[in-house]
């Protein structure tokens, strides 16, 4: 059983060691905070909110400050990474049309606005006054700030776990900050908070951690889950002490209601912010989250994807966490087995918000950083089981460790870049050698392989070329005649494709080509699809180059067939006006109910696989104009961009 450790003599030799591995991991953490610091990812947000809280004390992005920030030397000269072109054109952008436009939008008084909340830019304001001062790259502020968070952190275990020393603190360092110290976004903040919660729940400290939980949720709101996973391990352990690793901590009651009450406010501020500001509870889930993108194939990606999934970027948390079960004493293996369970549940909860992000290929640093802060919780769970460890037995660890983060660095190219458009060495030698066995999301395969972040049109074929030639092949289940080169002219791929959840088909070598078998049709919209138009019945704009809005509530297509003809499946491609849409869809009179289009094949009703035509009704729920939104004087109703229509037998070639 665990027993409370207290605090025990160290001798005067070893605590000298100590003294200097802890200065040398300090050191090695400090430079890689300060190794070619750049602002990433959301980074102009962080800087400009920042700046604006350094010159007049509140989050409001003025004018002024945006002047202020392009014209540092160094910006001129593109030396930090700042878009200073585009940060330029926020002003007359925001004010031509009130979109979204570079993460920042138009608040409720006019004032411009990141759409990321501003508590991470507020700890950052100091150090941000001391660089600009010292004519410093402003994203050095950012990179002293994670460092000095990973300090604190560091402490924290050392206070809480008295037997704790560097083998805790040097696998702390890599599984996370060693990526991300020099990031200017709030992974590292996000990432320890959640960290230190986890530990404080073991500690029995529920109010802290419910406090560390709602402070990380400011920036990371599914963190907020930690809230209440605080408050559930409270009430197990009042009901069950001797589950329990620790003691209770001596805590007065109002310090504990006063530090829970913070925590639960804290996670409410953004939304109460963006209430305020924007006049809804989160833009950014408005906007940039997609409900329906969620899925198994998601899932698995978070965990498996060989570029940034779990395994691949922290395998050396997961042998070492198999060690510890092998390692462990048979007393305390069942306790420390039912704990980590608990912190795996907690890891899955905190990714599954994550897997709505629309733009799942995002920037990133050897692991997805939703990742980094969402496996925190394993990795609390971990560093208390090391303390039950003898000193050899946690140098074992720590050398499994070390050795499996040093090789998935080199691997992921680290520090070279984020890399995020382009594959691992892994990735790319499984994709190569063994393609079967790595389907990725297909946003992350499409844009590794352009090295291009950019919209993923169905028209577009992707093929992996190996060493020997092409060996893997993915396009749109509705893109049926395309090869991409891998056949000869006037033949098609007749192999048989591993499909995904948003209609896309994964095609691995040795390729099989012939004469297409097929039966389908196709209705191209737009410049390219002449007389199209009769399609279009009612409810629907003018038709474009591209494509053809609809407009109002109601829209409906007639689609004329050949007698004889069979067909199965139905697709209907295009794109919402605001992501996370369904559409109410009905087929000659036999209500489908919600289908999200464009998102895969919609399977037709039995009895009008032979009809003579077929009469499509599209009910939209939420029609909406841009001129509503401010973005445009446009005042249609529009809902979906209808570019193509595609009918097909449902068979393989």
Request: aromatic share 10%; net charge positive; hydrophobic share 50%.
């Amino acid at each position: 059983m665990f027993a409370e450790i207290g605090l025990q003599k160290i001798h005067p030799a070893r605590q000298g060691i100590r003294r200097l591995g802890l200065i040398a991991i300090g050191l090695f953490l400090l430079s890689c905070a300060l190794l070619k610091p750049q602002i990433d990812g959301d980074g102009p947000e962080y800087v400009l909110m920042a700046h604006a809280f350094y010159r007049h004390a509140t989050p409001e992005i003025r004018p002024s400050d945006i002047a202020e920030i392009v014209a540092l030397p160094g910006s001129r000269a593109h030396t930090n990474g700042l878009p200073t072109e585009l940060l330029a054109e926020v002003p007359q952008k925001l004010g031509q049309n009130g979109a979204l436009f570079a993460g920042f939008a138009r608040g409720g008084t006019g004032g411009i606005q990141a759409i990321h909340f501003w508590m991470y830019s507020l700890l950052a304001a100091p150090f941000h006054a001391v660089a600009l001062a010292l004519g410093l790259n402003p994203a050095l502020a950012f990179a002293v700030l994670n460092f000095l968070i990973v300090v604190l952190t560091a402490g924290c275990i050392l206070r809480w776990l008295p037997k704790a020393g560097l083998t805790e603190l040097v696998i702390l360092a890599l599984l996370g900050p060693v990526f991300y110290l020099r990031w200017t976004g709030p992974e590292i903040f996000s990432a320890c908070c959640a960290l230190l919660a986890t530990l404080a729940m073991i500690r029995r400290d529920a109010a802290l951690a419910i406090f560390l939980a709602g402070f990380g949720a400011t920036q990371n709101p599914a963190i907020a889950g930690l809230i209440l996973a605080a408050g559930a391990s409270w009430g197990v352990f009042a009901l069950r002490p001797e589950w329990a690793l620790r003691q209770e901590t001596g805590s007065t009651r109002t310090r504990n209601t006063a530090l829970g009450m913070a925590g639960i406010a804290l996670a409410a501020l953004p939304y109460v912010h963006n209430e305020i500001v924007f006049g809804m509870p989160s833009i950014i889930a408005a906007n940039f989250t997609d409900p329906h993108v969620v899925s198994w194939e998601r899932l698995s990606s978070f965990f498996l994807d060989l570029n940034q999934g779990l395994i691949a970027g922290f395998p050396g948390l997961v042998l070492g966490a198999v060690l510890l079960v092998a390692l462990l004493g048979k007393t305390c293996r069942f306790r420390w087995l039912a704990y980590a369970t608990a912190a795996c549940c907690l890891t899955l909860g905190l990714a599954f918000p994550s897997l709505a992000a629309i733009n799942w290929n995002n920037g990133y640093i050897v692991v997805l950083r939703y990742v980094y802060w969402a496996v925190m919780p394993v990795v609390a769970v971990c560093l208390v089981g090391l303390e039950q460890l003898s000193a050899g037995r946690r140098r074992a660890v720590l050398a499994v460790v070390v050795v499996c983060q040093v090789l998935t660095m080199w691997q992921a190219h680290w520090p070279r870049g984020s890399g995020y458009l382009e594959h691992s060495r892994l990735a790319d030698w499984v994709l190569d050698h063994a393609p079967r066995l790595y389907h990725p999301d297909p946003e992350v395969f499409f844009e590794r392989e352009t090295h291009r972040e950019q919209e993923l049109a169905r028209d577009r074929v992707i093929v992996h070329q190996g060493a020997g030639g092409p060996t893997k092949l993915m396009r749109s289940w509705l893109n049926t005649e395309d090869s991409g080169g891998v056949c000869p002219p006037q033949q098609v791929l007749l192999s048989a494709g591993t499909g995904t959840a948003l209609g896309w088909e994964y095609f691995d070598a040795p390729f099989r080509c012939g004469q297409a078998k097929r039966q389908g049709a196709d209705w191209i919209l737009g410049a390219a699809g002449s007389g199209q138009a009769a399609l279009l019945k009612e409810g629907w704009s003018g038709l474009g180059p591209a494509g053809v809005w609809t407009e109002g509530g109601r829209s409906v297509l007639a689609i004329p067939l050949t007698p004889g003809q069979e067909f199965r499946r139905l697709g209907i491609d295009g794109t919402y006006f605001r992501p996370g849409t369904t559409t109410d869809l009905t087929i000659n009179g036999i209500h489908l109910g919600p289908v999200r289009l464009g998102a895969g094949p919609i399977a037709l009703p039995p009895s009008v696989q032979h009809a003579a035509a077929l009469t499509i009704v599209l009910l939209h729920r939420h029609p909406v104009s841009p001129a509503s939104l401010g973005m445009s004087d446009d005042r249609r109703p529009l809902a979906f961009f209808l570019r193509r229509i595609h009918l097909d037998d449902g068979t393989h070639h």
